[in-house]
């Protein structure tokens, strides 16, 4: 299944969860905040959240700084 990812195709596993996607993209969960279909998707959500062909996510991640 195809999903897309800041602008980017990224192809998934078949029922793929927003956690498996944060896995393929070497990104921490609790480092990470997501929107599926521009709604944001709760964190302790992620391992439930399956994806489905063709959905729009957002990921980012805060940055520290001064």
């Given at each position: 299944?195809?999903?897309?990812?800041?602008?980017?195709?990224?192809?998934?596993?078949?029922?793929?969860?927003?956690?498996?996607?944060?896995?393929?993209?070497?990104?921490?969960?609790?480092?990470?905040?997501?929107?599926?279909?521009?709604?944001?998707?709760?964190?302790?959500?992620?391992?439930?959240v399956?994806?489905?062909?063709?959905?729009?996510?957002?990921?980012?991640?805060?940055?520290?700084?001064?």
């Amino acid at each position: 299944m195809n999903v897309l990812v800041n602008g980017r195709q990224v192809e998934l596993a078949p029922h793929a969860t927003v956690a498996a996607l944060l896995r393929e993209l070497g990104l921490h969960a609790p480092y990470t905040l997501v929107e599926r279909n521009g709604e944001p998707v709760e964190r302790d959500q992620y391992r439930d959240v399956e994806l489905e062909e063709g959905d729009v996510i957002a990921v980012a991640r805060p940055v520290a700084g001064g």
